[in-house]
């Protein structure tokens, strides 16, 4: 199952308000090839400048301000992640975008050979612990499920798209390992941090010492003592990335109840941050069924 935050980008409580005005064919093309070009080259590891590319843009689509055409770019990273794509780091994913945007963006990603190649490097790419971490920075404020009140993103319909970069990002063993020994490492350090050297010292790696299928990957405690059953999943991605979680994690998680933690791990190969997830995951996220299993026993 995938696990996505509901993001949306007419929600009730926004300031912002999107101009009634349709974008047109050409616009839209325009605001994609250009998006796609500043990922191509972030993904690259290459340098570009985001307020640069704002002002190209603003001289060949005259009438549109640098506010709709950031928003913009917001509505192609909401597309982006539908398609199973990497997106900008600093462009926040906002849906509820105009069904031609999602058209140009599935055909120009179609086209675009090069980023292909890019992003299924990038998914594929493995990773080690990073240095010189520190743990007083990391942990950061969790998405929340907002409900928008404007019509719904097309998500019927679609074709299939060629590669889902998110699901083979998250079968990445390298990257998903360094990811739980930071989580492991980050677990002693907090507790060691508030005085408690006695529990950092019982803080297991159980997926390295048990195996896999337990529903979660290290085993910590809080404050009194009382266990944390930590699941981990990590991205080289953004805040807003959907993640994947099996059946059984989905399960562990409605069982133990508060006692389950998701430990949330992005940007991991620039500046690792993470949120936490306590309790069952249905609560706080919007789970999409990707694949089933069929079988006779």
């Known amino acids: ?113 090069a980023l292909d190649s890019l992003a299924l490097a990038a998914a594929q790419q493995p990773a080690v612990f990073p240095e010189n971490v520190d743990f007083t920075r990391v942990e950061t404020e969790a998405p929340v499920k907002r409900h928008s009140v404007a019509e719904a993103s097309p998500r019927y319909g679609r ?11 998250s079968r990445n063993s390298s990257l998903g390992q360094a990811g739980e020994e930071f989580i492991f490492r980050y677990e002693k350090w907090r507790l060691a941090h508030i005085g408690k050297s006695d529990l950092a010292d019982r803080v297991e790696h159980v997926s390295q010492t048990k195996g896999d299928g337990l529903g979660y990957d290290i085993l910590s405690f809080d404050v009194n003592g009382r266990e944390r059953f930590i699941e981990v999943k990590t991205t080289a991605l953004g805040k807003d990335t959907p993640f994947f979680i099996s059946q059984n994690e989905l399960h562990f998680s409605r069982d133990a109840g508060t006692d ?21 995951l249905d609560q706080h996220c919007d789970l999409d069924p990707v694949t089933y299993r069929a079988s006779f026993s």
């Open 1 to 113: 199952m995938r696990c996505g935050q509901g993001i949306s980008t007419f929600d009730a409580d926004a300031d912002w308000v999107a101009p009634a005005m349709d974008w047109s064919l050409t616009e839209v093309e325009a605001v994609v090839a250009d998006y796609l070009k500043m990922l191509s080259l972030e993904l690259a590891g290459q340098a570009y400048n985001k307020a640069a590319h704002r002002r190209v843009l603003l001289e060949k689509l005259k009438g549109r301000s640098a506010g709709s055409i950031e928003f913009k770019h917001c509505n192609i990273s909401a597309v982006l992640i539908d398609l199973g794509c990497p997106y900008l780091r600093g462009y926040q994913p906002r849906a509820n975008y105009q069904r031609l945007l999602y058209e140009v963006v599935e055909q120009q990603v179609e086209r675009f050979s």
């Open 260 to 280: 389950f933690t998701l430990c949330r791990l992005f940007g991991f190969r620039q500046t690792p941050q993470l949120f936490s997830l306590k309790g069952a």
């Open 159 to 169: 074709t299939p798209v060629k590669r889902d970069y998110l699901a083979i990002e």
